[in-house]
């Protein structure tokens, strides 16, 4: 029975602080004095004083066996991988996925800038709220359309290094026009701009501006000749990676693609900068007059080719809802 006691105290004992067991080498014999004994019916009592030699040995052999038990423990936590695993609030185990939660930049690229958020919705009473290519929800603007909100309430600054522009138009007039424009804090030119020229001999032309900051004026970076868009819906996008623009029309697999000049320094907004759809306010007085169906700002490069992988797009080929382009649509990727 003592010795089960015995057992019992040290176990508790390593329990309480295992490394005080680290630090005992030789433990101090003690000297007990014998106990008197009584006979009971002429049997002697099994609860009977450890002798002083016999109880040092045990002592040194349970020792021995807690640091048995000790070193296990320390591999066990040496060998466990604290970040492989984490408790749920189930109780379960399950894997830990690291980064899980992406910031609001890559939100912001993934997702992009609508022309709901750009013009707001409602819209303005200058604007008004019409049917689409196949009935989708469009917006009217005229001369008297005013769309202008502070840009880096939209987009960051720096501005998106490599970017997309979707459009899906209806012009009503062969008058020049800007379809969205990005301005300095005076207005007084285009950091990012894309226009539509006067319609000349059944052409116009899809200018797309690129200014770096502290220039004195509007740089247009490169243009794309098409046939008019005048009274006829028309998707495109212009498609910006390193110095290369790529324009694609009606999802078209073959993009125009053209080099334009830019500073590898990244683009700086001023802090009153403004985003503008249908007009650039100052920097340009040209005006958009037509239909907007879409108009989409994304911080990826391939933002287009997703965009004509979803089912919804319209399948317009010609007459009043369609450019004649649809024809022309990306036919392994397209959900037709």
Known sequence: MSRIQTWSLLL???????????????????????????????????????????EEGNLSQV????????????????DWDPTATAWTTSGGLTRRVEAATPNITDKTEESGVSLHQLIGDPPPDSITKVSGRVGEPAYRFTLAASSG?????????????????????????????????????????????VKLSTVQSGHQKIQFFYTEPDSEASYEAASFNVPS????????ALSVNDEQLRFYQECDTDPQVVRFERSPDPM??????????????????????????ELKLVGDPQ??????????????????????EADRKQKGNTVM
């Open 12 to 54: 508790v004992l390593s329990a309480g602080s295992l490394e005080a067991w680290w630090f005992y080498n030789n433990p101090k014999p003690t000297t007990e004095s014998p106990m008197e004994t009584t006979t009971v019916n002429g049997t002697t009592p099994s609860a009977v004083l450890i002798k002083e030699g016999k």
């Open 63 to 78: 020792g021995e066996e807690i640091l048995k038990v000790a070193t296990g423990i320390r591999k066990f936590v040496d």
């Open 149 to 193: 909100q502070p840009a880096r309430g939209h987009v960051p600054s720096p501005f998106y290094r490599d970017f997309t522009l979707i459009f899906n138009i209806k012009p009503s007039t062969p008058a020049a026009s800007i379809l969205f424009s990005i301005t300095d804090s005076s207005q007084k030119l285009m950091y990012i701009g």
């Open 229 to 236: 868009l005048v009274n006829k819906w028309t998707l495109f």
């Open 268 to 293: 700086d907004l001023d802090t009153g900068s403004g985003i503008f759809v249908g007009q650039a306010g100052g920097a340009d007085p040209d005006k958009f007059e037509g239909e907007i169906a």
């Open 303 to 324: 933002a287009f080719q997703h965009y004509c992988d979803y089912d919804g797009y319209p399948d317009e080929g010609s007459g009043d809802g369609g450019s004649g």
